[in-house]
């Protein structure tokens, strides 16, 4: 019987990859809504058009550079797109640290790690900090050229059916200003 509630003793890292139509669809259904979808170790594997016009349009990159903390260290935007980007890169680095302590043997972020201390200075001294951070909830502020700085609350959803894939929804308060540069951010 309890088999039925574990996973495959055989699940890989790669199989955490497999995206369900159904999630894809899920995923831009809720546009105007900003969606993204990560793999286990940040990849970014689905992102709507709302959060490609807040954070950036990983869809259209190499897939080998559609990962959140890779884009976070190694390309200048993000350091534009995120105001206190010292914060938000440090908790990428210690989620991405979470996923490690997950899977030990995973080769993939193995690759990563070494490519980004290699490639900054900044990861490998955030790697080293062996921060550990579970990212939940909560605000986080962006800033766009067109409307300027905005405040959205993020929440994490995880999906029992895909183990390692995560959810991250960002949503304003109803009838706020940030409501109205959300709307403004997704209509340009």
């Given at each position: 019987?309890?088999?039925?509630?574990?996973?495959?003793?055989?699940?890989?890292?790669?199989?955490?990859?497999?995206?369900?139509?159904?999630?894809?669809?899920?995923?831009?259904?809720?546009?105007?809504?900003?969606?993204?979808?990560?793999?286990?170790?940040?990849?970014?594997?689905?992102?709507?058009?709302?959060?490609?016009?807040?954070?950036?349009?990983?869809?259209?990159m190499p897939e080998p550079e559609r990962n959140m903390v890779r884009?976070?260290?190694?390309?200048?935007?993000?350091?534009?797109?995120?105001?206190?980007?010292?914060?938000?890169?440090?908790?990428?680095?210690?989620?991405?640290?979470v996923a490690g302590g997950r899977?030990?043997?995973?080769?993939?972020?193995?690759?990563?790690?070494?490519?980004?201390?290699?490639?900054?200075?900044?990861?490998?001294?955030?790697?080293?900090?062996?921060?550990?951070?579970?990212?939940?909830?909560?605000?986080?502020?962006?800033?766009?050229?067109?409307?300027?700085?905005?405040?959205?609350?993020?929440?994490?959803?995880?999906?029992?059916?895909?183990?390692?894939?995560?959810?991250?929804?960002?949503?304003?308060?109803?009838?706020?200003?940030?409501?109205?540069?959300?709307?403004?951010?997704?209509?340009?």
């Open positions: 019987m309890t088999d039925l509630v574990k996973p495959r003793a055989n699940a890989s890292a790669e199989d955490s990859l497999r995206v369900r139509p159904e999630l894809r669809a899920m995923v831009d259904a809720l546009d105007p809504t900003p969606a993204v979808l990560h793999g286990p170790r940040l990849e970014v594997l689905v992102i709507n058009g709302a959060a490609a016009a807040l954070i950036d349009d990983f869809g259209a884009w976070m260290f190694l390309d200048p935007k993000a350091r534009r797109i995120y105001p206190d980007w010292p914060a938000v890169a440090a908790q990428m680095v210690a989620i991405l640290r899977n030990r043997a995973d080769a993939r972020l193995a690759e990563l790690v070494t490519e980004l201390s290699e490639a900054s200075e900044e990861f490998a001294c955030a790697w080293a900090d062996r921060n550990l951070f579970q990212h939940t909830h909560g605000p986080k502020r962006f800033h766009h050229n067109a409307i300027g700085t905005i405040t959205l609350n993020y929440e994490t959803l995880h999906l029992p059916a895909d183990p390692g894939l995560s959810l991250i929804l960002y949503t304003a308060a109803a009838g706020s200003p940030q409501e109205a540069k959300l709307r403004e951010l997704v209509h340009i």
